[in-house]
């Protein structure tokens, strides 16, 4: 076995020297290790039959027996191998065999099908598409200037196509300098530069963008918005463009809308059993409000997404109002805030309250009359769901008084909060045991926990893009609201709002969350210092 683990060492850091030296490993269907495997088993094979035919040892009649099992050892052997680690990842991931081989069949047809897609006219299998439906060729026509027109919009579809591949949730082009511009895209919440582009080939770059996204090309200074959508391999992607005219140019944001929302678990995104038992309890209750907290980007929506998966649509009708609407739900009444229309938040609740609805979902909870409107919708007989933008379970209490809720409102329509951050997950393929020091060991017996010998930190390869990390999970503080959390918020009212955040008592628990993630060696103990600090 030691021969195998040789040759296993020296394959994989064939490829790390690959990818390191920028060469494509799929442009090499035959790389000369495989090659000279493939070769070497043929010559051993060979030399065995041919020692065989001549040898005196052996009786005739066994001889073709012996010929079959000596040119069906290597293949055999190949594919015992195989089963091993398929079976050994199986346990490692939870997924049955039949699970796993299914998806590396997928995988290897999706390698052969790039191959071929590579080698298209344009060079890229994606394709752009504004809001009416027209694509790049339709908007412009025909260009005098045609040749150069094809050069800047592949480029553009290939940053498209390429952020869609790093699974990247922002495109951020913006100008460095007088002659530069910048690419970079927001990958599990971090930001990294991937290209720099002459100031010329970029701002044709955003020009076409703009043009897709149905914005004034002329226009560069003030603001402006705008959407398209990109079709890839069957999948549909949608945008949402913002620029902003800056020094030295134009800056572009693109945001990618989570399509995947529309089929996340609850148990996809990180929670715990028995935080799951607790959502999914509240849910089956007729009325009340589950409040999900956090700042931009802490999964507040996809946590949403997952909850309605969670709920039987057939039997519950279900109305949300979105800014945007991330992911289409089947069986699901999805209305898109546009304030330019002014179809508002607000409006938009006041409507539905008409439409009989069992389950209504608020995107956001800005002002006052969406909050109240969401919360007496709660108190009368429907379960609301909604997000608001804080930092912990008790800011946002305080925040909806703020905004001029009334306490007993307050105490008698929410039934559950929770609050929560986005921690990236260790790559599996690279992670490596890391030290502990003393005042986290203490740490970990404060909040009861013995057992903190899986604990990792990140190193970096081919599968995670040299970072460490890949995807992310959520930490969640969930807090029920009690009798004793009702009477407190009551109780302000009491006392004319001196001191409210003295009168909640109520700790944050999402660092000891955290904690727990990094005590089985889900995330780093440097992503959470990053995160939560
Ligand atoms: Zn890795």
């Known amino acids: 076995m030691q021969i195998l683990e040789v040759i296993r060492i020296s394959i994989s850091t064939y490829f790390c020297q690959v990818q390191a030296s920028g060469i494509d490993t799929v442009s090499l269907p035959f790389n000369p290790i495989k090659l000279f495997l493939l070769v070497l088993w043929a010559y051993i094979c060979m030399y ?88 790049f060729d339709e908007i ?48 599990d919440g971090v930001l990294r530069t991937v290209k720099e582009l002459k100031s010329n080939t970029c701002k044709a770059v955003v020009n076409s963008i703009k043009a897709i996204s149905s914005m004034d090309i002329s226009e560069k200074r003030r603001p402006q918005d705008g959407a398209f959508i990109a079709k890839k391999d069957k999948k549909t992607s949608s945008f949402r463009v913002a620029s902003a005219g800056v020094v030295n140019g134009e800056k572009l944001s693109i945001r990618i809308l989570n ?16 935080q799951y038992s607790v959502f999914t309890e509240t849910m089956k209750m007729p009325s009340g409000m589950i409040l999900l907290c956090g700042p931009t980007g802490s999964g507040k929506t996809t946590t949403l997404y997952a909850m309605l998966n969670e709920i039987d649509r057939s039997t519950r009708n279900i109305i949300t109002v979105e800014d945007p609407i991330e992911a289409v739900l089947p069986a699901t009444s999805q209305i898109e805030i546009n304030t330019k229309a002014d179809i508002t938040f607000a409006k938009s609740l006041r409507s539905i309250l008409r439409q009989d609805p069992d389950v209504i979902c608020v995107g956001e909870i800005r002002d006052e009359e969406t909050a109240e409107i969401a919360l007496r919708a709660a108190q009368t007989g429907h379960l609301v769901i909604a997000t608001i933008h804080c930092d912990s379970n008790k800011t946002a209490l305080i925040r909806l008084l703020d905004l001029g809720i009334s306490p ?14 986005l921690l990236r997950r260790l790559c599996k393929h690279c992670k490596k045991p890391a030290r502990i020091s003393d005042s986290l060991i203490e740490e970990f017996k404060k909040i009861g926990l013995k057992d903190y010998s899986h604990i ?78």
């Open 456 to 533: 990792y930190k990140a190193a970096g390869c081919r599968h995670c893009d040299g970072t460490g990390y890949y995807g992310r999970t959520a930490a969640c503080d969930i807090l029920p609201v009690n009798e004793q959390l009702k009477n407190d918020i009551r109780n302000i009212e009491l006392a004319s709002d001196v001191n409210t955040e003295n009168r909640l008592q109520i700790k944050s628990r999402l660092r000891k969350e955290a904690l727990k993630k990094v005590a089985v060696g889900i995330t780093s103990l440097e992503e959470l210092k990053r995160v939560i600090g």
């Open 259 to 274: 399509q995947d929302a529309g089929t996340s678990t609850l148990m996809d995104i990180g929670l715990t059993k028995k």
């Open 48 to 135: 065995f039959v041919q020692r065989l035919q001549f040898s005196p040892l052996m009786p005739y009649k066994y001889k073709s027996a012996v010929y079959i099992i000596t040119l069906f050892t290597g293949p055999i052997f190949w594919l015992i191998l195989l089963i091993v680690d398929t079976a050994k990842k199986s346990a490692q991931t939870n997924k049955s065999i039949f699970e796993l081989s299914m998806q590396l069949i997928k995988k290897a047809m999706e390698t052969i099908k790039s191959k071929t897609l590579k080698h298209s006219r344009h060079g890229s299998d994606i394709k752009l598409f504004d809001s009416s439906g027209r694509n």
């Open 408 to 421: 007993l409102l307050l105490s008698s329509g929410l039934t559950l909060l929770s609050s929560q951050r």
């Open 140 to 187: 412009y026509g025909h260009s005098d200037n045609k040749r150069q027109d094809n050069r800047i919009l592949d480029l553009t579809e290939n940053i498209i196509a390429n952020a869609l591949d790093k699974r990247a949730s922002d495109i951020l082009i913006d100008p460095k300098d007088e002659i530069s511009y910048t690419i970079r895209l927001r990958i």
